[in-house]
């Protein structure tokens, strides 16, 4: 699903889980092909006021994604490692979209989910990691949750009247080219910061985190990937600026997000839009930093200088600042053909908050519409990206320390390297089936395990 503003877009943050068997999750798998099948013909609910915007509409989607990859190279495991043995996993989620206007330009929705299910090896084990359906909490039961309730406000400025179309947390209507748009609640900050239309939806393109999104973004975030906070964007002709402020977790990698904002992100992000040989195409540039009670890694270093024991961040936290940058590139290179790439940068002095151990990333890739063979709703991607840690952060992790991805126990450290390609099949417009496949070299910046491959199967109903 692409759509403009606030959309269903990366569950970036991972899942502690368990190991359901293999004849659970490919129950699970028939279970959402039938769910597909008995909603071939979908409708969503909407209700248009006399003025023809739409007063109040309702959307909702089934997303199943099961991952499983065969044994590999493993002379040692941590805490944190990819199980080095074959595995297979899954997630289902079910989401709602309800939207209601409350005045001209004022706009509230809610987006309760239900979900179940965990990510490979507890959504460990990988920097970068494999699927972005995967939170770093979850259940063997169905439980429900609000991710998103939030409250937006769209302020005309002038200019030509533009059609804003129905569809998922968006209303349908028309506003002014030039605009002011408030958003307010809680909600993802993916869902307005380095958005991409090749890749950042995990449930209809790419699924790796470090593809989908800036890798070295360490935005605020609870355990399940949302946050709380305002964010405000301001568009004329052919820019827009974005500044935002968010609340982080209540501790690095936790369920709890910190309350009165005493620890916050604040992120801006600037974006063009050109023409380039007719294609259309934007790049942004985004800056982001965190303060919050973080733990610098030399602290933990020297906190063990002879005692034989790992160190640990979580001993040596004071409230810190972790500044990061990064750029991001969409290009239409043909009519069905796209490129995208993201280079991002954050200081690797201190540990990661909310997001992924992710000092220095580069991705880049290229999605095919399927209009070139025939099939018009189906899409083909291919990307790579190349995740490195600083020198700090390597000293930690050879030394035994933990992250809130990785920690194999020791580490020969190499950079991460991620290839994924995918193909998209539309069944029915609104029914998609997806074949994914990752190869990755040096999980968790290991040389000395890996590389693994991990084989993807992604069913999607949009309703």
């Known amino acids: 699903m692409r759509f403009l503003q606030i959309q269903d877009f990366p569950r970036q943050v991972p899942r502690?889980?368990?190991?359901?068997?293999?004849?659970?999750?490919?129950?699970?798998?028939?279970?959402?092909?039938?769910?597909?099948?008995?909603?071939?013909?979908?409708?969503?609910?909407?209700?248009?006021?006399?003025?023809?915007?739409?007063?109040?509409?309702?959307?909702?989607?089934?997303?199943?994604?099961?991952?499983?990859?065969?044994?590999?190279?493993?002379?040692?495991?941590?805490?944190?490692?990819?199980d080095g043995g074959a595995r297979l996993d899954s997630t289902n989620d079910f989401t709602l979209f309800v939207g209601a206007r409350l005045w001209r330009g004022g706009e509230l929705y809610l987006n309760p989910e239900i979900d179940e299910g965990f990510g490979l090896s507890n959504t460990q084990g990988i920097a970068g990691f494999p699927s972005a359906n995967a939170y770093k909490v979850g259940a063997h039961h169905p439980y429900l949750r609000l991710p998103r309730a939030f409250f937006r406000q769209t302020i005309d400025l002038g200019g030509a009247q533009e059609v804003i179309g129905s569809g998922p947390n968006q209303l349908a209507g028309t506003r002014s080219t030039d605009h002011i748009v408030l958003t307010l609640g809680k909600l993802s900050i993916p869902d307005i910061f380095d958005t991409n239309i090749y890749a950042h939806d995990p449930r209809g393109d790419f699924m790796n985190w470090s593809i989908i999104e800036a890798g070295a973004f360490d935005y605020a975030a609870d355990s399940w990937g949302f946050s709380k906070g305002i964010a405000i964007e301001w568009t004329q002709s052919w820019w827009t600026l974005r500044g935002g402020l968010f609340t982080l977790s209540s501790e690095p990698n936790g369920e709890r997000l910190d309350s009165g904002f005493r620890q916050y992100g604040v992120v801006t992000e600037f974006?063009?839009?050109?023409?380039?040989?007719?294609?259309?195409?934007?790049?942004?540039?985004?800056?982001?930093?965190?303060?919050?009670?973080?733990?610098?890694?030399?602290?933990?270093l020297l906190q063990i200088q002879g005692n034989g024991t790992a160190p640990d961040t979580g001993r040596v936290r004071r409230m810190q600042s972790r500044p990061g940058i990064a750029f991001n590139l969409e290009q239409a290179l043909a009519p069905n053909l796209g490129f995208f790439a993201r280079t991002s940068w954050n200081d690797g002095s201190k540990e990661a908050f909310d997001f992924t151990e992710i000092n220095r990333s580069l991705s880049a890739g290229l999605s095919l519409a399927g209009q070139a063979w025939g099939h018009a709703g189906d899409t083909a991607g291919i990307a790579i990206a190349v995740n490195g840690l600083s020198s700090d952060a390597r000293r930690y992790f050879e030394q035994g320390g933990m992250g809130i991805l990785i920690g194999d126990g020791r580490l020969n450290y190499g950079k991460e390297k991620i290839f994924e390609g995918y193909y998209a099949w539309a069944v029915t417009p609104e029914f998609h089936l997806t074949a994914d496949l990752q190869y990755i070299d040096n999980p968790a910046y290991n040389r000395d395990r890996g590389p693994v491959t991990v084989y993807g199967l992604r069913a999607h109903l949009d309703f």
């Open 16 to 82: 502690r889980s368990f190991h359901p068997g293999a004849g659970s999750a490919l129950s699970r798998i028939r279970a959402c092909l039938c769910a597909g099948l008995i909603g071939l013909a979908p409708m969503a609910i909407a209700s248009p006021d006399s003025s023809g915007n739409e007063a109040w509409n309702l959307y909702g989607q089934i997303t199943h994604v099961s991952q499983a990859h065969g044994a590999f190279k493993s002379p040692y495991q941590g805490a944190n490692s990819l």
């Open 271 to 300: 974006e063009e839009r050109h023409q380039w040989g007719n294609r259309a195409g934007k790049f942004k540039v985004l800056g982001f930093i965190n303060r919050g009670n973080m733990g610098r890694y030399t602290d933990a």
